[in-house]
DNA sequence: TAAAAATACTCCATAGGTATTTTAT
DNA sequence: ATAAAATACCTATGGAGTATTTTTA
């Protein structure tokens, strides 16, 4: 009873048989069917054999259903109906814009990039429906890994060959330091080195691109650590630290606390924003089409 | 979407994708089903073209369902199931005796026959199941033909070539007349042919064959004409005439009813009783075994 | 380097075709 | 005589095989 021996008999003899009861002759079966009557009648008598049953009675003239021969082609027309949903459900799937794309997004992008994102997409590209999941590079890296989810946004270009990427646009940093602070007009890299650092918790991806920018300086790193921008920007408003913020939480996040914002004199401190899918995905012409929208969000954010 | 169209793919290929599906590989897949791996590879994407949806991503080192694929799998799943319901079903009404037998029987055997074959059956072919009808020949035979009869039991040899038959057995006719009657001992036909013959309506083969047992002589036939043996006896009885009754009913009719029965001394009084089945039915071993019990069940009835 | 799938080919089993015969009405 | 299925035989598609290459972890 295992699941994987063949089987001894193919849908297409299911359909001749069919067609047998159906039109009550081998000849109009075989018409029906597009074939010719031998090769009709060889199928099912093929069938017949492979089943241990005879379905039908032959006469000159007629051909009559057996009484399990009746049992059996209800149970055959019921096997035919699922295999033609099949083919019915793949055409349904094979519609484009019929897959909702899931696209995992680090925490640090999500918020400030999404509602823009959102609007573009209805916009642009009104069928393409989107799952975003807020999750950092590892996990998105793992989960598309996993086929669970079909592109991740993330800031660090993605190194397996399986997987395809894309750049989306490059954001520049800001020092954010408190209201209060002495810094003034554009700050460079060495300053804001010499400052007590807030940074994030590991596994940010921020936090490491922070402290890429800051090279081979040495870094004053406060004992605290974020979990969110939310929080890193209340305490750098606290006076516990001065940071460094993508400029596209500016606008949400220095609002709503007692900071300044302060661009850099360096040139290239920022980060680059990719689009990643598993090249062999599916679904790799939506996945395109979304990077377009999101890199025209992006472009226009600035 | 005409029922007979071809389908594009084979219930194989679902159980190769399925395979695929259950153990997370093209190679793995392929020892299960017992082939090659390009040749199961092969067959797999000719489904997936054939639905024109992606089922799969490959991997070098793993196989990844897409989401589509696992909504397809899920329905790929259950037409296999339906399709191996079959060779279920098959198996099951393949075995012996699984099959109840429709006997068409007339109605002047029914009553005095079937006793003793329900008997004789459940001695001899207790897994013979037998489902009897009362239908006269004409009835009898039109069933037979449209498949909704396994067999009848009558009186008369079918002529049709694909009507196959075996000699039940010999049932003498005796005469039966009113108890006041004069005639006494053993009747000839000649005596019996003289007197008012009453007989069954029309479509009963017992008047067929009395009037035919009385060859070319001139009968003198009641104008009453009775609807069943049970009447007939009544209304002789009642002194309307006097009839011929098959052996087998004497010991029923004859004890309800002022009557007397009489042999005949002419020989060859009486009519034969046939089984007859289609000669293509699938049933033919099961009719004939019915036909064996039921030669002993008459036969024991002398 | 190794594991897995794809590719390139060869082969043959078999579905399907045509022509004919058989069968029963 | 005719309608319908079976039979005989041929053809060719395509499923399955082996050997090899490609890919990527």
Redesign the interface.
Known sequence: MH??L???????Q??YA??VQ?TGGFGRAAE???VAQPSLSAQVAKLEHA????LF????RKV?????GA??LD??A???T??????G???A??TPYA?TLRVGVIPTVAPYLLPAAACALAEQAPGLKVHWLELQTAACEAALA??ELDAMLIADAPSQP?VDHIKLGWEPFVAVVPETHPLTGRVDLDTLAAQELLLLEDGHCLRDHTLAVCADRQVRESPYRATSLVTLVQMVGAGLGVSVLPRSAVAVEAARAPVRTLGFRDHGVGRTLWLGW?A???HTRLVRELARTLRTALAEAD
Do not use: D, I, K, N
């Open positions: 699941r994987f063949q089987l001894p008999f193919t849908l297409r299911l359909q069919l067609a159906e029906l069917c597009g089943l241990g049953v005879q009675e032959r006469h000159s009559l259903v057996t009484e399990v049992v059996l149970e055959m019921r096997t035919l699922t295999a033609r949903g099949l083919q459900t793949a055409e799937s094979a897959h996993r086929g399986s598993r062999r995905s599916p």
